[in-house]
């Protein structure tokens, strides 16, 4: 694993970008991938070949992207904005943006899209949270602390569609950095349910969707057991079952057989960097911001180009 840096992180761009699609030996171990990227590529392969994948932007949309141009050809990506079957070209800066809309199936609207959700008619959907349980109820809300809701201590971005996801899709994951003060025993506020107090909870509401399956970070990914209870499943390569206990505040429970997080391939990390061509979501930059639109569309179009060429010779392969 390369010391590159992660998301959230700033760092000068190279002077051309990098768009290693036809990359050599694309079946092989990458040896210079980022902890972010081997996060996105974890969360992709939850993803299963012919299922509707209910995401969002930033990672979530990375990895369904990531899927669809790999392992699962035949997956659906579903859109908040109201696309269904769409091949986005990249990373988008809100989902509102219509580059969500390229190539789609069918283009309807936000509340067409819920409804169907609220159906149970996604298979999976992937969100993020600041905060955690041992049942998987997360928190995007509010850090609230010692202080109140209404002046909390930290205000999150807020629910987005990680309720409507945790709720109705048939099973969710949940993408996030791992960190004790995030892996709580107790969230401040529960934006997302997860199995709530025990195994037969969420039937009882009437929720159609199975609740959070996996939860995927930059050390780890993990399960859930029958009772609903987060169960630690393979960690990534470097680090070790206790490291990870150490960013969890409740007694961890863990697989009888924890194995090492399968790495990307070359041909992974070459998708993910064509994909966000500007390092936006992989490294946080800035790039999107300092270029005129004209610029910025013109390395949008290139590498989807590529992109598009790799989704021609999957179809001409089958």
Known sequence: MSDRSTAGETADLPAEPTTPIRVDRPAETADDYTT???LAVAAARQI???????IGVGMSLMSGILAKYTHAPDCQLVTESGYIGSVPPGVVQSISDTILGVDALVATDQCEIFVDNQRGAFDVGIIGAGQIDSRGNTNSTAVIGDATYDRPKVRLPGSGGSNDIMTSCGRTVVMMRQ?????????DYVTAPGHLEHSDRREELG???GGPAAVVTDMAVFGFDDDGEMVLETTHPGVSVDDVRDEV???LRVADDVETTPEPTRGEVAMLRAIDPADVVLR??????????EEWSDTVLEHWEQLRTVQNDTDDSR
Do not use: K
Not at 48 to 54: L, M, Q, S, V, W
Not at 179 to 187: D, G, H, L, S
């Open 36 to 38: 972010t990227e081997l």
């Open 284 to 293: 946080g930059t800035d790039y999107v911001y300092e270029v005129g639109f």
């Open 249 to 251: 505040q409740w007694d």
């Open 48 to 54: 299963d070949d012919g299922e509707t994948a209910f």
């Open 179 to 187: 960190q004790r003060r995030a892996f709580t025993t107790e969230v």
């Open 207 to 209: 929720f159609v969707g």
